[in-house]
């Protein structure tokens, strides 16, 4: 009769798994054909019985990971739905800021050098417009009645009245936008 340490195989594999040594050449054969047989050694492996209790660890650490998280499903929903209402708000305010700066642009715009500029021009040829015609009218109105004691010295003075005040209007808004085209004046921004 054979001593059992005389039939162990000294191999990588008895190097590699110790636990294994002990077992004969025709028992490691049977491993490789026994599917039960090698399941039921692989299962009494230390390695595997280490990296099932890992395996199980991590499990349970996985599903108190998990009951926590569900703990926190109320609040997180809650949450969620608190911040879309805020983003939505900060939304709809950011819409509206951008309607009070195009108004507000408008606005000021009235305000903006360039386009009172613009506007002191129109308004210098509108009065020079205006009277030119109040000029060509009272022209006109005394040239079509043939009788000079129409006009009286009233008429007379009252147009020349009017025409002057036209006219000085006239020349202010001349004299501004030519000081203005000259660089001198300024327009404060408060």
Do not use: C
């Amino acid at each position: 009769m054979d001593h059992p340490s005389q039939n162990v195989v000294h191999t990588r594999l008895t190097a590699d798994f110790p636990e294994l040594a002990h077992l004969s050449r025709e028992d490691l054969e049977d491993l490789l054909v026994d599917q039960a047989y090698f399941q039921a050694v692989f299962h009494t492996l230390p390695q595997v019985k280490q990296l099932y209790q890992g395996q199980a660890d991590l499990g349970a650490a996985n599903e108190t990971i998990a009951k926590n998280n569900l703990a926190y499903q109320d609040d997180l929903y809650r949450l969620r739905s608190e911040t879309q209402e805020a983003f939505d708000r900060a939304k709809s305010l950011e819409a509206r800021w951008k309607e009070i700066e195009k108004e507000q642009r408008e606005v000021y715009q009235r305000f903006d050098p360039q386009f009172l500029l613009m506007r002191l021009r129109h308004a210098t040829i509108a009065q020079d417009d205006l009277s030119e015609a109040r000029a060509n009218a009272f022209v006109q109105g005394s040239a079509s009645d043939p009788d000079p004691v129409g006009l009286s010295g009233k008429d007379i003075d009252d147009f020349v009245k009017e025409f002057r005040e036209l006219r000085k209007t006239y020349h202010k808004r001349v004299m501004w936008s030519e000081r203005w085209a000259a660089g001198d004046v300024a327009w404060r921004d408060d």
